[in-house]
């Protein structure tokens, strides 16, 4: 049901996607065209199409600079490792077109959002769905603009889709930006409802969990804890029960109540996932329908695979060996087991698969507060009690206040677990950074890292167009 759901929206809103997908931001905006309900809750699911369509230029983008950059990842042959090498080797520069597209990326969306939050207030249409949409649409804005802050810090701050084209908009400050952030979300988790009607959408706990991941990631450990504990006090999200962890990234288990925030997929192009086109092994012959296998290959280092317990069911997800489509047995080696977390979807064919994916889940608010708690007071209870939740799904021995005495040991488990739990979800590089290691293990690795690549450059097109825009130190 939540498949044809999506399928629906989507079709509703492609038909608008390609005018709008030629927005010039700086430029004039509409002036009187939505009018209608309908209008709204079209303008609506455009910025949704927006925000969680995959696209080979867009997501696929952001996974790889999220995990070839860390410990987890390494790309090898195929067109796109030529665009990953440098995020591996940490030589990229500013005219690297990742940036440029994700920077285009986010902030079309936010445009998108501020189309809604501009335009719905003057159409008629029933009050509390007129307040739904523009927290849904406010939701989208906050959300695109952390994950620029993610990527390169503070930028600028566009909150009106009518613009002149003199327009050159300077970056925010961090306090100004922050605050922005923080503010919309404390805002929309008041309006939006619990439980959405459609599949999908904004919830008042997919603003709480991304406040509290924002939080987090800001190291306000008190506010991080506090919104973090308003989430599980919802009593709407807990880990899934499943006898095994690894089943929770199973198809037919989509729709569970750890997944407070997805980006729903479907088997077409431009709306499906192609990641396991990209993890698959050279002539690997999948179960289902015949699947694209592209040449480009994404590969685990051995060092973190060898980190897991045997024991560990999370552990199951990786391919270490196949019979390839000659019926070969191939046992792949240093460096080459390929994450199948996300599995085959049987009846796909081509590079488009219907794999859901998880944005944040019950099992990142749960670490996420006994981290927080862990860096207010030490390792307590109350924070090994959450760890242990995460800790034990998988099949593991809960751990022990004596296993872990101190704050450093305690910090270093949550990493570690962070890395088992959610490796493939865009989350590693992230968390070396907050946890000081994103550099320091670079350098580990062989890599000539410096202290201000925990940011990427502003795209070098960007400066080039704007005089206001100031890059980021250390990036000419």
């Not at 030629?22 to 699911?45: H, I, M, R, Y």
């Not at 940490?90 to 940036?99: D, P």
């Not at 202290?451 to 890059?471: A, G, M, T, Y």
Request: hydrophobic residues 40%; contains cysteine; charged residues 25%.
């Amino acid at each position: 049901m939540k498949k044809l759901l999506y399928i629906f929206l989507l079709l509703t809103v492609l038909g608008c996607d390609k005018p709008l997908e030629e927005e010039v931001f700086s430029s004039f905006g509409p002036n009187n065209f939505f009018k209608t309900a309908d209008d709204a809750e079209a303008l609506l699911n455009a910025a949704y199409a927006l925000e969680q369509k995959q696209g080979t230029d867009g997501f696929r983008n952001i996974f790889v600079m999220a995990e070839v950059t860390t410990d987890l990842l390494i790309i090898r042959e195929g067109g796109l490792r030529g665009l990953a090498q440098p995020l591996e080797d940490f030589t990229w520069n500013a005219s690297h077109e990742f940036f440029d597209v994700a920077w285009t990326r986010y902030y079309s969306g936010i445009y998108r959002a501020n189309l809604v939050i501009d335009n719905v207030p003057a159409i008629e249409l029933d009050e509390e769905r007129k307040k739904q949409i523009i927290a849904e649409a406010r939701f989208l804005r906050a959300s695109g603009y952390i994950y620029l802050y993610d990527l390169f810090g503070p930028t600028p701050l566009i909150t009106s889709s009518i613009s002149s084209s003199e327009d050159r908009p300077a970056r925010a400050t961090k306090e100004e930006f922050v605050k922005f952030v923080t503010d919309e979300l404390n805002a929309v988790s008041a309006i939006l409802p619990v439980k959405a009607k459609n599949y999908g959408r904004a919830t008042k706990g997919a603003a709480l969990a991304f406040l509290a991941k924002f939080y987090l990631n800001n190291k306000e450990w008190a506010k991080a804890s506090e919104t973090a504990q308003k989430v599980i006090d919802l009593n709407t999200y807990s880990l899934f029960n499943s006898a095994n962890r690894a089943d929770l990234f199973k198809l037919a288990n989509e729709v569970n109540s750890e997944f407070i925030y997805v980006r729903p997929h479907i088997a077409q192009p431009g709306l499906g996932t192609n990641y396991l086109a990209h993890a698959a092994p050279p002539s690997y012959k999948f179960k289902g329908n015949p699947k694209a296998n592209y040449a480009t290959q994404l590969k685990t280092l051995s060092a973190f695979y060898d980190s897991f317990d045997p024991k560990d069911q999370r552990r199951q997800v990786f391919l270490t060996e196949y019979d390839d489509l000659s019926g070969k047995h191939i046992v792949l080696g240093q460096d080459d087991k390929r994450s199948f977390k996300f599995e085959e979807d049987l009846t796909a064919t081509a590079a488009d698969l219907g794999n859901d994916f998880p944005v944040v889940r019950y099992a990142d608010i749960l670490l996420s507060k006994a981290e927080a708690l862990n860096e207010l007071n030490g390792p307590t209870a109350e924070a090994l009690g959450l760890l242990n939740q995460v800790h034990e799904k998988a099949g593991l021995p809960a751990l022990t206040l004596a296993q872990l005495p101190t704050k450093e040991a305690f910090r270093a488990q949550i990493l570690k677990e962070r890395g088992w739990e959610f490796f493939s979800e865009e989350l590693r590089r992230q968390d070396l950074i907050r946890h000081g290691k994103f550099i320091e293990w670079a350098k580990a690795r062989g890599k000539v890292a410096f202290d201000h690549q925990v940011l990427f450059p502003l795209p070098q097109s960007e400066i080039d167009r704007n005089p206001n825009l100031k890059q980021n130190e250390g990036y000419k």
